[in-house]
């Protein structure tokens, strides 16, 4: 009964805390505020009573549209929404299906670990949807990101085996962490300097580099190597439905212009990479023969 009860609980916060992204990833980009005003039409300015700001809800009970003016407002607030909400009722299912009462030591070390991964995905999905709309992965976001997860990842290595470091030590931790950091960014720092000798033009954003280092922070270097070819697959999947799509008169090798964003793709990579990396890994060496 806890279990259920605390992933509802878990599920109906992230909805909250999802729509409150959805306000972020909308004032964000125009260096606006994220609590005044309060939330308004994009279009009209009608401002939002409190049942147009039900997560998931009222956009349905709005058919998608406001109510004054009747633009549509898109599928990112459901979306967005649907997902954090979903995270965070997953992370709590997992937490308290892990967890045999009274017997758990360091009860606290625990909750802070899961919660820890609560803020983690909140942060990838407001990445991945910044990136995806506006190619942009701001440092605010990214840096701190970066610390928190090296902080995490130090202190609770030696409580919790969820963690890629199983149980070491926190000295042990902070060195594996910080030399994760350097090396997952060093990745995306060659390839970004090889493809500039190549094409004599820049192909990567730094951006990139400091989401990897963010991803190694949380992930450990090999959790962060599985998120980068989890998303490189899904970025090749894209660029071949993109080459599969007509062109249109006059647009003829338009795809080869077209910016992907690759900070969305690591963004999902690190997701699935920090809900089944291990099993992944795991059946990825069995297959391998390692």
């Known amino acids: ?41 994009r279009n009209c300015n009608h401002t939002l009573s409190w049942w147009e700001n039900i997560p998931l809800l009222s956009w349905l009970a709005l058919r998608g549209r406001c109510r004054s003016c009747h633009t549509w407002l898109g599928w990112r607030y459901p979306l967005v929404e649907f997902v954090v909400g979903a995270l965070w009722a997953l992370q709590a299912w997992r937490l308290f299906g892990s967890m045999s009462f009274p017997d758990v030591p360091n009860i606290a070390f625990v909750m802070a670990g899961a919660l820890g991964k609560m803020i983690f ?12 709309e506006k190619l942009w992965l701001p440092d605010w976001l990214t840096v701190p990101g970066i610390a928190l997860g090296f902080i995490l990842t130090t202190i609770l290595a030696p409580l919790d085996d969820s963690w890629w470091l199983d149980r070491a030590t926190w000295k042990q931790a902070a060195v594996v962490d910080l030399v994760s950091i350097a090396l997952a960014a060093a990745l995306i720092l060659i390839i970004r300097w090889v493809y500039w000798l190549i094409r004599r033009r820049e ?28 998303g490189i697959l899904l970025g090749a999947v894209i660029s071949l439905a993109l080459l599969a799509l007509p062109n249109r008169p006059g647009s003829a090798h338009a795809w080869a212009r077209t910016k992907l964003p690759l900070g969305t793709f690591l963004c999902i990579g690190g997701i699935v990479s920090s809900l089944w990396g291990k099993p992944i890994l795991a059946a990825y060496l069995r297959w391998a023969g390692f």
């Open 1 to 41: 009964m806890i279990r259920i009860l605390g992933t509802i609980f878990a599920g109906l916060l992230g909805l909250a805390f999802g729509s409150f992204l959805n306000v972020c990833l909308s004032r964000w980009p125009a260096g606006e505020s994220v609590v005044h005003p309060r939330s308004h039409c």
């Open 121 to 132: 995905f909140w942060v990838l999905v407001a990445l991945a949807w910044l990136d995806a």
């Open 203 to 230: 192909g990567i954003g730094l951006g990139d580099a400091k989401l990897m280092a963010l991803l190694a922070a949380w992930l450990g270097l090999p959790g962060a190597l599985l998120a980068f070819g989890l």
